[in-house]
Structure formats: structure tokens, C-alpha cells
């Protein structure tokens, strides 16, 4: 008998085909209507994002996550405009009629319903929420999760197939709101409210959460595990004993820096790497 917080299907198998994944991050230049934006033409952005993701496909990547990462300062949901919804639809679209991998979407900051119609509109098969359930205080100030309206806005697009992954202790903020609820219940509040996928991830961008942490977050919840900051060939083998995937940025660029663009031979060799990781 389903419960309501029974999801009977494992994502990661369900989308990539595999027991575990290995999924790449395409972090896209400053859009227009960001304070970054320097007057780019829209084919020079587009173009950014392709060879990125080429090059995380062709090093071996199974997955790629789209993100709009170069719009820093990042907005609160309620404040972004719908000119990021358009350029990162056009953005994911491309990338999927020319490469042939999963594709998910993470609108910042803590967006689902944008990265909902994106991910509709594009094709994508998942996204990425940092804050799904519960709240805590971020760079952008206090962050609520927004399960409910995401969820029904979900029904509304007739869009269930778009699987959810959702953080868990979500880097860069504070969880003092919450400090009287441990990590194991708000690992499975995600559950609760339906998320299909868990990620660990450290204290900000390029910094990876414990394996004590992963350890502690995996036991609390019957939905895959990722990791989605810090993973690199040093740890890379020890994360995946203790997860179903991994979400990768930083270490695959240029220099390790996560706003360069994307190393050929840096992928290859991580996912050359994980390799022994992904049999289990």
C-alpha cells in the first residue's frame, strides 16, 4: 500500500539508466537583466553553455545540470524575471537536441517554478531545489521551501514525469531556525513532500559535505543520495560507496575555479577516476 511519502521508483535508476550517475554542472554567463551582464550577444552566452556541456559529455558525464549561476547577486524566487525563465529555456533546448543525456535545471536562487517551465519547455528530466522543505536564512536572506506551490504548479504543467532533487542542510546559509530539529528529520521532511532524490553538500561551492554527514543523511532517508559540492578525484571513490551520484562543477574547470569554463582532459580524468565507484 503507497504511502504519501512512498516514492516507489528510484530516480537516479528511472532517468540515467544506471545505478549511479555522475552529472555535470553547465553554469551559464550573466543573463541579461543581471548586474553581471555586460552586453553580451545572446550567441556568445549560448554558445558558453554548449561547449561546457560538449565537453562534459564527451569527457563522460552521464548528466548535466543547467543553472544560472552567473546571476549573482541572486534573486529571491518572487523577484525573478521572467527573461531568465525565456534565456534558460532557449539554453536547454539547444543542449538537448545536441547532446543525448539527461538534463536537469536549478534556477537561483531556490526557484522551482521557473526551473519547472524550463525544464518543460527544454526537456530537461529533473531539477534541482536547495531549500524544498523547512526553511533557513541564506545569502539572499530568509528562504522558505516552496514544496506546496511547486508541487501544484507541477500538476498544473501535467509535468509528474520532471523528477525532484532537493538539498538537504543547504550550503551557504544558516540553519538556526531549525537548529532544534536534527538532520535526520529534515532529511526526511524532503521525503514527506515528495522530493525523489536527496543531495549532501558542504558549506559553500567547492567545499563537500562530511562523509559522517553523508552517512548521517543517507540513513535517514530511502531516496537516492548525491553529493553536490566539493567532489573531486581524492574523494571521489568514498562518496560513492555511500551515495547513488554525484554533482560536479568546480573541479572540472579550468584551474578547479568554478566560473572558468569546463577541462576536457579534467573531466576525462575524474570520470577515469570514479570508475571503480560506479560497479557497486
Known amino acids: 500500500m503507497q504511502t504519501i511519502s512512498d516514492n516507489a521508483a528510484n530516480a537516479i535508476q528511472e532517468i540515467f539508466g544506471r545505478p549511479k550517475a555522475l552529472i555535470g554542472m553547465v553554469h551559464c554567463p550573466a543573463f541579461p ?7 553580451a550577444a545572446m550567441e ?18 552521464h548528466g548535466i545540470i543547467i543553472e544560472n549561476h552567473g546571476d549573482i547577486p541572486f534573486s529571491k524566487p518572487e523577484d525573478i524575471g521572467p527573461e531568465t525563465t525565456g534565456f534558460m529555456s532557449v539554453v536547454t533546448d539547444r543542449i538537448a537536441r545536441a547532446i543525448g543525456v539527461p538534463l536537469g535545471i536549478n534556477v537561483l536562487a531556490n526557484a522551482p517554478i521557473p526551473a519547472f517551465a524550463i525544464a518543460m519547455a527544454g526537456g530537461a528530466k529533473f531539477i534541482r531545489v536547495n531549500q524544498w522543505a523547512n526553511a533557513y536564512v541564506a545569502n539572499e536572506g530568509f528562504m ?19 523528477k525532484i532533487f ?12 531549525t537548529a532544534d530539529r536534527t538532520i535526520d528529520e529534515l532529511t526526511r ?23 559522517e554527514e553523508i ?4 540513513r535517514a532517508t530511502h531516496l537516492p543520495l548525491l553529493v553536490g559540492s566539493g567532489v573531486s578525484e581524492a574523494n ?24 572558468n569554463p569546463v577541462e576536457l582532459s579534467r573531466v576525462r ?12
Not at 571513490?237 to 568554478?258: F, M, N, P
Open 33 to 39: 537583466g543581471a548586474p553581471r551582464y555586460r552586453g
Open 44 to 61: 556568445t552566452i549560448y554558445d558558453a553553455c554548449m561547449r561546457d556541456a560538449e565537453a562534459l559529455i564527451e569527457g563522460g558525464m
Open 144 to 162: 522558505e521551501g516552496r514544496a506546496a506551490e511547486a508541487m501544484r504548479y507541477r500538476s498544473l504543467l501535467r509535468a509528474e514525469h520532471i
Open 166 to 177: 532537493a538539498d538537504s542542510h543547504v550550503k551557504h546559509g544558516a540553519h538556526a531556525i
Open 189 to 211: 521532511d524532503l521525503a514527506f513532500f515528495d522530493a525523489d532524490g536527496v543531495i549532501a553538500t558542504g558549506q559553500r561551492t567547492g567545499n563537500s559535505a562530511t562523509l
Open 215 to 218: 552517512e548521517e543523511i543517507g
Open 236 to 259: 571521489i571513490i568514498d562518496i560513492l560507496k555511500r551515495t547513488q551520484g554525484v554533482i560536479v562543477a568546480s573541479s572540472l574547470k579550468e584551474g578547479g575555479v568554478w566560473w
Open 269 to 280: 580524468s575524474f570520470v577515469s577516476a570514479a570508475q571503480p565507484g560506479l560497479e557497486g
